[in-house]
């Protein structure tokens, strides 16, 4: 964890330097309320920006103002997107983060046409519907996160809805790289490994000793990744336009089976 924080606060301190001319630093998140999320929004605050989270609960994050809604609607997410630009009035700097996601259980024999949907509408839909009414606030500089997956460029089972749509995050990013290209507006996808979020320590609790003897032996550095280390990336790539089209693996080194 001290290693992950200590990573994390050189970048934010890379990233403040070089955008410390700048005025008007707005990101927007989904799904700050918890785990990475809430982490990108601690990175971007610390960095002096301010923060919306669009989701269901709100972010404990001092400063940061909350827009409920239910992202499995993507009606919910375009009037988000409408108050928040509103709320901008004209283009400035702009960090679009999208992280909220959704987490099935389903495979090829036990297809769920209405999780599927639900997944779907949480990582593609609502994603470009707010990033349509942000776009004409999002000025030169300013760029579209999307949190993806080590999944996001190969697969397991037992998670279809997952990794379909964690795919799909990969191609709507290069899409969008391409409709933006001259506009001064950069997109990437960061993929985190297995990090330590609520979730997945819910899932590690049923046999911790067997979980972590797992991590050990299919992570090279032997540990899960951190929020913090993850929020760090985001905000990096966010605020650097080199990273246009890139796709992020942060997973600590994963062995390949």
Known sequence: EMAGR???RRLVGCIRREMSTMTARTAVVTGASSGIGREVAVSFREMGWNVHNISRSPCTVEGV?????????????????EKIADALGSSGLV?????????????????????????FALSILSPGALTAKLLPVMGGGSSIVFVGSTLSEKAVAG??????????????????AQDLFGTGVHTAV??????????????MAKDPAGAAEFIKGFVSVGRLIEPKEIAGLVAFVGVNPSMNGAVLHANGGQKET
């Open 6 to 8: 200590l990573v994390s």
């Open 65 to 81: 103002i909350n827009h409920k809604a239910d992202l499995t609607d993507p009606s919910q997410a375009a009037l988000a997107g």
């Open 95 to 119: 960090c679009l983060v999208h992280n909220a996601a959704s987490h099935g259980s389903d495979s090829a024999a036990t297809f769920d046409a209405p999780a599927m949907s639900t997944a």
């Open 159 to 176: 998670r279809a809805s997952y990794v379909t749509t964690k795919h799909a995050v990969v191609g709507l990013m290069r899409s969008y």
């Open 190 to 203: 960061v993929c985190p490994g297995f990090t330590d979020t609520p979730m997945l320590r819910e899932a």
